[in-house]
């Protein structure tokens, strides 16, 4: 056995045991801790799975960002009685059951795979020279399936109106509440100065990088929300009112931005989402770099929550 | 057994224990963690496809790794409604737990 399989077997049991204490602990804010733990954990195993791509965005969104956000979560939760309920033993037997014929299921699928295994990297490394980008996943992004990126940025978006849509009445148009968190101290103070330059610098490179390599909009968007989050927390700026119009144009200009060049290609491509001969490259950096700002926002504001205080006048 | 078809029977797993905590646990928070259990195992499923179709000096099918990026921002977006909605649910109500089933609770919550 080598040491790469001994690697993988690890990994794989310790995201297991991680994942199962998710479900068992007691309390809430000890399942958030281990998701995030296991967040990172899962990022490992896309490396091994040689998706270098999925697993940035994996340790940046599936780890931290929504590690902040059920923190915070738990954090405004003011009841103490949850682990006290308890779903009988029967029920949980049956669960258990159920779910290990799922298990059963899956894993016979997994251990049989098809004779020829389909594959589309051949054509989309055949159709990528064109592009001008060398990372294949930026091109199936950007440019294969251009559409479901800009949907995706639609429904972010969404999902952000319908979190400010749950403000109650009086709060609409304020700010969101973030100061659930611990008061600012002095090592968070000195970690939010100390972070962002080097954190600004990181994000910008990962969206411009991602052209070639692994990297691009989506996780140095994260990384960016970050930086914003971490200093809004230690209080040395203030969460912006929702109601402000630079923050709803910087949301909205990466998706309109996409949108234009996409409707422009009716134009002087031959389709919807297509891009003219030649300036292939330029429009996607483009739209990569107006996309990386709009993400950061919506990440941040999506992880900020509902407005909680009426804005001062 | 190579290290796709390990990751793969991981994602499985992870589907298993994930579907457990959202059937068992009724505290909303905590289900909403165990469907993001749930669907990083459905992810890991992916991930098996795509190593398994790696071809054309890729160490995987770039298509379907393309469609988890979207599907791990997707799945925080609907992450964060989820808990806006609990939170609103839980100031409306002042319940914390939304199990209707009071006789296997063990803790009374009609009292409220």
Request: glycine share 10%; charged share 10%.
């Amino acid at each position: 056995m080598s040491i790469a399989s001994v690697f993988d077997i690890a990994v794989v049991a310790l995201i297991l045991a991680i994942g199962a204490s998710t479900i068992l602990v007691r309390t809430a804010f000890a399942a958030v801790v281990m998701f995030a733990v296991y967040g990172l954990l899962l990022s490992i195993a896309w490396v091994r799975l040689h998706a270098v791509d999925v697993a940035l965005t994996e340790a940046a969104i599936g780890g931290g960002m929504t590690g902040l956000l059920l923190l915070g979560a738990v954090a405004r939760s003011r009841s103490d009685d949850v682990d006290r309920v308890r779903v009988g033993y029967p029920v949980r037997l049956a669960a258990g059951g159920l779910c290990a014929l799922v298990v059963a299921g899956l894993a016979i699928v997994v251990l049989h795979p098809p004779a020829a295994v389909p594959t589309l990297a051949p054509v989309v490394m055949e159709n990528l020279p064109p592009s001008g980008l060398g990372n294949p996943v930026a091109g199936v992004l950007f440019v294969f399936r251009a559409l479901d990126t800009l949907l995706e940025k639609v429904v972010v978006l969404l999902a952000l109106l319908g979190v400010w849509s749950l403000a109650p009445d009086r709060a609409w148009g304020g700010t969101p509440g973030l100061q659930v968190y611990a008061k600012p101290d002095p090592p968070l103070i000195f970690l939010a100065q100390l972070l962002p330059p080097v954190g600004i610098v990181f994000g910008i490179y990962m969206c411009w990088v991602g052209a070639k390599d692994p990297g691009g909009a989506f996780q140095g968007g994260t990384v960016l929300a970050a930086m914003w989050l971490l200093v809004i927390v230690a209080g040395l700026q203030k969460a912006p009112a929702i109601s402000r119009l630079w923050l709803r144009g910087l949301l909205i200009a990466g998706p309109m931005l996409f949108l234009a060049i996409g409707l422009a290609g009716w134009v002087f491509a031959d389709a919807f989402l297509a891009y003219p001969e030649g300036y292939a490259k330029p429009l996607i950096v483009a739209v990569e770099a107006t996309l990386t700002l709009s993400i950061a926002v919506a990440l941040a504001m999506l992880a900020a929550g509902p407005p909680e205080r009426a804005q001062q006048q | 057994m190579n290290a796709a078809t390990l990751f793969g029977l991981c994602g499985a797993a992870l589907v298993g224990i994930g579907l457990y905590g959202l059937i068992t646990n009724p505290e909303p928070l905590r289900k909403i963690l165990a469907f993001n259990l749930l669907g990083s195992g459905v992810f890991l499923l992916f991930g098996m496809i795509a190593r398994r179709a790696a071809a054309a000096g890729l160490g995987g099918d770039p298509v379907p790794q393309a469609m988890v990026i979207t599907a791990i921002v997707v799945a925080f977006a609907a992450t964060a409604m989820a808990i806006a909605l609990v939170q609103r649910l839980a100031d409306e109500t002042g319940r914390a737990s939304i199990s209707s089933d009071s006789s296997d609770a063990v803790d009374g919550e009609g009292k409220s």
